[in-house]
């Protein structure tokens, strides 16, 4: 069992949250001169940075209308930084570009000054959003020529701050080298809350360094660290820091094998952290001063402890805190020879450990496929029975017919008496057959009851027309099922301003794709009503993973390999923009007055297993305009045979038909692609699933 360590890497070089109160500094934006108005709002600015988008995006533009009016350098570069920070997190990488972009005419890019340096370093945080570690670095090192020219302390610690971070995600040594630099630099510029989080920060890699190299030295420079940053913690009443610090020094003791000072730490942080109310953080101090009764056999706080860190841990849905509960009450109850109770948290154990499978949702569907399966089964004997008799019949006849050729003129009594026995057999035959025909078609009826049954479910869950216009008031949804449930869906909802809907292909069609269709919607509840998660690039690779994990996909051939196409779409109502990530299915979007159809193609691979295959989804944001019109949709109507020659409807002719229908509303729209739709597929038998979404902006 490992002690869980509170890490708080910092890459940011917006400083930390103002200690004044929010009405004085409303008092100095509404009364004070124009600097003074600037210093408040990017004051007010930390403030909102964490918690309140809204008031922070509005202060954000105050500050930078000010600045800019009063042409105020300072105001004007941190107000960039601080929008493009915000956009970065609402919109993605390629628009926070675009606003930084917007600072660079008003500040010196030849000489060395403050605002290039700050121009650099919020290049290294959108490029370390990115996932691109090279440009990170550059513009770091870009930042920390700038700021040593100037001897600008502060700036130089932020820098070196970056750099650790970079360098200590990729498990480079010379993270140590650069967070001590910017440690000195820190004290050097009295920046006091940054003192606290590199201390904190070397505190916990020296501490995560002790434990995979068992070297003394690494937990005196833990402790060294750890203490100071408790120390400064206090002068500066920062009760989340010093939680931390106390935190990570228990774990230090705990390390060392010193449990009762480890539990002297671990219950300071305890206290303070109920007085903060942050559960997650309350749960682990909880779980590791359960480990530390344990390793002192006092079981019963042991037990005590591990509980209550698991019923915080439960409440808020933390599943390695569980995970780490579990195992600790496995060893505990083994310690104690309790076989039963040690069996029980071994098994709740290793079914977090397996990936956390939701066995009840899975348990009803698996429940619904047995049934179709047995169902099946029993038609298929009952039918081979049928054949199998009426074989023996024909036998039986043969038989007979063999044995009067053979036996010649025989009394004629005896002829008749076996023609009437015949006669019998044959009444009885049928009347079995008939008896078993009927059997069969009750199992046909039964089969057919359970599929509408499965139809009604998913109707349920699918939204209505009236449910999408009222989040969509100019849109449509043509969704026409191959059989009687669809292995396609649709789904949309709404987070705050953020509208989410998508249009998936699910693998296999009928009753198979309607269970692919109900654990896909049900893990999109999940992910975004109850995770609140809105990247769409995001979305589907959570999605892929909780696939992959329900139906036991790993990285073998031989593995289930089903799986959903996706086009998924975020729309930004605030921004206007509309972002979009896809699994083998396209966005298209027609311009208002265009007559060109754009496609924004999708990545190459499924929602599911492929090949091992587990890089990233890609997200793209597009801006968009009043009357632009936007298609999602699966491959059925292009797959559909028909037409004079008997040949697929494909993409090119439903392009054509979008772009002939440009002026139609979205309703005629629909009324006109289902009957285009069934004039070409006449008389043959529908291919597959279809499902197409047009949105007017």
């Not at 121009?119 to 700021?147: E, F, P, Q, R």
């Not at 003791?253 to 206290?271: H, I, P, Q, T």
């Not at 959903?564 to 966005?587: I, K, Q, R, S, Y």
Request: with cysteine; net charge positive.
């Amino acid at each position: 069992m490992r002690y869980f360590l509170n890490i708080l890497f910092v890459f940011s070089f917006f400083g930390h949250m103002a200690q004044s109160k929010k009405d004085s500094l409303e008092n100095i934006i509404q009364t004070g001169k124009d600097s003074a108005k600037i210093n408040a709002l990017f004051a007010l600015s930390n403030i909102y940075y964490k918690n309140d988008t809204v008031n922070n995006r509005i202060t954000i533009n105050k500050m930078l209308e000010l600045s800019v009016k009063s042409k105020n350098v300072f105001g004007i570069s941190q107000a960039f930084s601080k929008k493009a920070q915000l956009i970065l997190k609402l919109q993605g990488s390629e628009a926070a570009y675009a606003c930084l972009k917007g600072m660079l005419p008003y500040i010196d890019t030849i000489k060395p000054n403050i605002y290039l340096g700050t121009y650099y370093l919020t290049l290294s945080n959108i490029y370390l959003a990115d996932g691109n570690a090279d440009l990170v670095m550059k513009n770091s090192i870009n930042a920390l020529k700038v700021y040593e020219k100037l001897n600008d302390y502060l700036g130089i610690a932020r820098a070196y701050h970056g750099l650790s971070a970079l360098t200590t995600e990729r498990g480079s040594n010379k993270s140590f080298e650069y967070g001590l630099k910017a440690l000195e630099n820190y004290i050097l510029a009295k920046d006091v809350n940054g003192e606290i989080s590199m201390q904190m920060n070397l505190g916990v890699s020296y501490l995560k360094r002790a434990f995979s190299t068992n070297n003394e030295k690494d937990g005196e420079n833990a402790f060294k660290h750890l203490s100071k940053s408790a120390e400064k913690a206090i002068q500066t009443n920062d009760d989340v820091n010093l939680a931390a610090s106390y935190s990570n020094l228990g774990a230090l003791f705990g390390f060392k094998k010193e449990y009762k000072k480890s539990l002297d730490y671990c219950r300071k942080a305890l206290v303070i952290r109920k007085k903060l109310g942050n559960k997650i953080s309350i749960a682990s101090t909880l779980t590791n001063i359960g480990h530390n009764y344990s390793e002192l056999n006092q079981k019963d706080s042991a037990v005590y402890y591990t509980l209550e860190a698991l019923k915080y841990a439960d409440e808020i849905g933390a599943p390695y805190i569980q995970m780490g509960c579990y195992e600790q009450l496995y060893l505990i109850y083994q310690q104690s020879k309790e076989a039963d109770l040690a069996l029980k948290y071994h098994k709740l154990f290793k079914t977090v450990s397996d990936e956390l499978q939701n066995q009840e949702r899975m348990k009803s569907l698996q429940e619904i496929e047995t049934k179709f399966e047995t169902e099946q089964k029993d038609k298929e004997i009952i039918v081979l029975n049928q054949l199998q008799k009426a074989k023996d019949t024909e036998i039986s006849h043969q038989k007979i017919i063999n044995y009067l050729i053979a036996s010649g003129l025989i009394v004629v009594i005896l002829f008749s008496a076996f023609l009437g026995k015949i006669f019998i057999d044959k009444k009885k035959a049928h009347k079995l057959l008939k008896a078993q025909n009927e059997l069969i078609n009750e199992k046909n009826r039964n089969i057919t009851d359970s599929i509408n049954y499965a139809k009604i479910i998913q109707s349920a869950v699918l939204p209505n027309d009236n449910e999408f216009l009222e989040h969509f008031k100019n849109g449509f949804i043509l969704f026409k099922p191959k059989d009687i449930v669809s292995g396609d869906f649709y789904w949309f909802t709404q987070n705050n301003s953020k509208k989410i809907i998508t249009v998936a292909d699910c693998t296999g069609h009928g009753v198979p794709g309607a269970f692919m269709s109900m654990i896909g919607i049900s893990f999109l509840n999940e992910i975004v009503n109850e995770n609140e998660i809105t990247n769409p690039a995001e979305i589907l690779g959570l999605l892929r993973y909780k696939i992959k994990t329900a139906l036991k996909q790993k990285d073998s051939e031989k593995q289930a390999q089903d799986g959903m196409d996706m086009a998924l779409l975020t729309f930004d109502e605030h921004f206007n923009t509309v972002e979009f990530a896809g699994a083998n299915n396209p966005l298209w979007i027609l311009k208002k007055g265009e007559n060109m159809i754009t496609e924004f193609k999708p990545d190459k691979k499924p929602v599911g297993y492929y090949h091992g295959e587990t890089l990233p989804f890609t997200k793209t944001q597009i801006p968009l305009q009043k009357g632009d019109a936007l298609y999602i949709f699966t491959d059925g109507i292009a797959d559909q045979f028909g037409g004079p020659k008997g040949k697929k409807f494909k993409y090119k002719q439903l392009k054509q038909i979008l772009i002939d229908l440009k002026d139609a509303s979205m309703q005629e729209q629909k009324t006109a692609i289902e009957n285009y739709f069934q004039q070409w597929k006449g008389d043959i038998e529908q291919t597959d699933d279809i499902c197409i979404i047009g949105l007017k902006v």
